[in-house]
């Protein structure tokens, strides 16, 4: 090839890859704008916060109450299963009995 034909072919493709992009660009924007809302509003779950006309002279909120960190002692803890005596005398367990493990036959050797 000549330099000529060269020259055409090198502007012929660069037309191509430009007509390209062009048109790649020209579809984002169609996508961008299908995307964008049309009619857009914003709710508001609770209305602003106001402060009432004496909020100076009353206090924010009711003071706690101190804890001694004690656990309460009118409830006297309770075992999950009585000792062998209680069960003995006909307490029943709070817990059902734990399964018993099940047993499959041996696996014959190959």
């Known amino acids: 090839m000549t330099s000529i034909a060269n020259r055409r072919a090198y502007r012929t493709e660069m037309l ?3 007509a390209m992009i062009v048109a790649g660009l020209t579809m984002s924007a169609a996508a961008l ?3 964008a809302p049309r009619h857009a509003q914003m709710a508001q779950a609770t209305p602003p916060l106001r402060s009432t006309p004496d909020a100076a002279s009353k206090p924010a909120a009711p ?3 101190p804890t001694t960190g004690a656990r309460p ?3 006297a803890p ?3 299963r009585p ?3 209680a069960q003995k005398a006909g307490a029943a367990p709070v817990l059902p ?6 047993m499959a ?6």
């Open 105 to 110: 036959p041996a696996i014959p050797a190959k």
């Open 16 to 18: 191509l890859a430009s």
């Open 97 to 102: 009995p734990a399964p018993a493990e099940k």
């Open 63 to 65: 003071e706690d109450s």
């Open 33 to 35: 704008a299908q995307l």
């Open 78 to 80: 309770q075992p999950a």
């Open 73 to 75: 002692s009118e409830i």
């Open 83 to 85: 000792d062998a005596d």
